[in-house]
């Protein structure tokens, strides 16, 4: 086969996987624009997207600068979250009565609604990055560390059996198979906990920070500048994108036998 | 010569349901035993009990002359399943056993790899299970069974997920590496004339609870090539009386 035309093949290939998602945020926005243009609204209710977009570029350094911290905040809180739902769904996998002891108190975590106990954990650790990191590791702790103790679960048991006859240790067990096992649960709880990290982020700044997307939002809303509020809209939209490819991305390295399911002799 | 494997009316129960009622059966050095059974029998919980999956409820079972208890793990375990680990390639699907024994990732592959010709593995050492055939998953599932030394192979169903034409002819193999290995087997099989080609003896089981209905023996020369031979169909046909139609058998 000649080279352009698998070139060509690719483009094709690449656009019929992201065309639809294009077409439907592009018919999306169009309307939007459409409707704000026509129907006389003023900016200050509902800015069009082609505004928004102009004063994005135009606040970038603003936006940048309240950028950063919301990364750090949402990467450091999930990094804390992460080490301990492994540590603890570790001792779980263990340890099952633990289970039964812990999971009623994080379920109960999962249903403290975000906009009373950002303002009281801001309230308590002050406006720095301690509060941040508290509320992103609350969102995003539970479901990881389901994700993890079911990975466990799904060991096959065959596996199992087999290494238990080869003489393998409890432990020896965990890390040749229950570990691997949990692989594409970890993943997809990943996939999804990055999302709402983003989210618990701008939350807790929105309830008290010096800088962040979240505080820019309340100020730019204040100010009466939707248009600006949008802004950074995009901004955390755009962020969260790109953390969910970054966590896509990662799985392929390191899952790299995924890919080759159901696919014969490459 | 002691026997290398004897079971003594070994029983098994899951809550109120016995699974099996007194197994009785024996292996010696270097024979190939299969245990015949229709599905749900208690087939694949004799071997469990062997290797250590599950505790028994009673009965002996004696290695080479010894309580099984007293010996240090004396056999390699094929599950029904082929199990190969999804994130591990071939080589190190097939090395599993001596990493587990304590050989070092790099000597366990150094023992593995020259068996891939025999095993018609050969390049496919860094390939994922995924991207191997039925049959060739079960060969892998094989050599990592045989390459860990072990006194006795127990055999769950190795070739009950394959085509009847890819089957028959990992048995035919099966049949020429056991002629070279002389390894001592213990097949589980429904399968009467896998049991029949391979086997030197056949225990039929009987329904749950599972118990010996009849043992076989099968005394035709080696190496058998030919699987239709009518002193092969007699034999077959006459365990699968026994195992359609077992009241006979069971009143004496
Ligand atoms: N861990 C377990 N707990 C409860 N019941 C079990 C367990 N393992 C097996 N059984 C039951 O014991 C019976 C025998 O199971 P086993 O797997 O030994 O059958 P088998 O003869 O190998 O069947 P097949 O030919 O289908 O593989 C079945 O009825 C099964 O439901
Ligand atoms: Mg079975």
Redesign the interface.
């Known amino acids: 086969m000649s080279q352009p035309f698998s070139a060509t093949l690719r483009i094709a290939v690449l656009f019929g996987k992201v065309g639809p998602a294009l077409l439907s945020v592009g018919t999306l926005v169009l309307a939007w624009e459409l409707y704000a243009r026509l129907s006389g609204i003023s900016p200050t209710t509902l800015p069009a997207p082609s505004r928004v977009l102009a004063q994005a570029i135009q606040q970038r350094q603003a936006l940048f600068d309240n950028t950063v911290p919301t990364i750090s905040a949402t990467l450091a809180g999930f990094a804390c979250s992460l080490a301990v739902a492994f540590i603890l769904s570790v001792l779980i996998d263990f340890f099952n009565p633990l289970r039964r002891a812990l999971f009623p108190v994080f379920i109960i975590s999962q249903t403290l609604p975000l906009v009373a106990i950002a303002p009281l954990v801001v309230l308590w650790f002050g406006f720095g990055l301690t509060p941040k990191i508290m509320l992103v590791a609350l969102v995003t702790f539970f479901p990881m560390l389901v994700a993890l103790v079911q990975g466990y679960e799904s060991t096959?048991r065959?596996?199992s059996?087999?290494?238990?006859?080869?003489?393998?240790s409890r432990m020896?067990i965990f890390r040749?198979?229950r570990l691997?096992s949990s692989?594409p649960y970890f993943f997809a709880g990943l996939r999804i906990s990055i999302t709402y990290a983003v989210v618990g982020a701008i939350f807790a700044e929105y309830a008290g920070a010096a800088k962040g997307l979240g505080i820019y939002m309340l100020n730019a809303k204040n100010n009466f500048r939707p248009d600006l509020v949008l802004a950074a809209v995009l901004v955390s939209a755009l962020l969260t994108l790109a953390l969910f490819a970054a966590t896509v991305l990662i799985q392929r390295v390191v899952?790299?036998?995924?890919r080759?399911?159901?696919?014969?002799?490459? | 010569m002691s026997r290398r494997l004897e079971l003594r009316q070994v029983s098994k129960r899951f809550g109120d349901i016995d699974v099996l009622a007194g197994i009785t059966l024996h292996v010696e050095p270097g024979e190939f035993v299969s245990i015949l059974g229709p599905s749900g029998a208690g087939k694949s919980t004799i071997f469990?009990l062997l290797?250590?999956?599950l505790e028994g409820h009673g009965g002996d079972v004696d290695f080479d002359g010894r309580p099984l208890a007293d010996t240090?793990?004396p056999?390699?375990?094929m599950?029904?399943?082929d199990?190969l680990?999804?994130?591990r390639t071939v080589i190190d699907n097939t090395a599993?056993?001596l990493e587990?024994?304590g050989m070092s990732r790099k000597a366990a592959r150094g023992k593995v790899a020259p068996l891939f010709g025999e095993f018609g593995l050969a390049g496919f050492e860094q390939?994922?299970?995924?991207?191997?055939?039925g049959g060739m998953r079960q060969r892998a599932a094989l050599l990592r069974t045989v390459v860990?030394d072990r006194a006795m192979l127990?055999l769950d169903e190795p070739f009950g997920a394959l085509d009847a034409l890819t089957r028959t002819g990992m048995q035919r193999w099966l049949q020429t590496m056991w002629d070279r290995h002389r390894w001592t087997v213990l097949l589980i099989t429904h399968d009467v004339r896998e049991a029949v080609f391979l086997s030197d003896r056949v225990y039929v089981l009987s329904r749950r609870p599972a118990s010996v209905l009849r043992e076989i023996a099968i005394p035709l020369p080696r190496p058998r090539k030919d699987l239709a031979s009518p002193e092969a169909s007699a034999i077959e046909a006459d365990i699968l009386n026994t195992l359609l139609d077992p009241q006979p058998a069971e009143r004496t």
């Open positions: 096959d065959d596996i059996a087999l290494l238990n006859s080869m003489g393998a020896r040749l198979a691997p692989l899952m790299p036998w995924e080759l399911d159901g696919a014969r002799k490459s | 469990s290797t250590g999956g240090r793990r056999f390699a375990f599950p029904q399943h199990a680990m999804p994130w599993l056993g587990v024994q390939k994922y299970p995924a991207q191997l055939s860990q127990l």
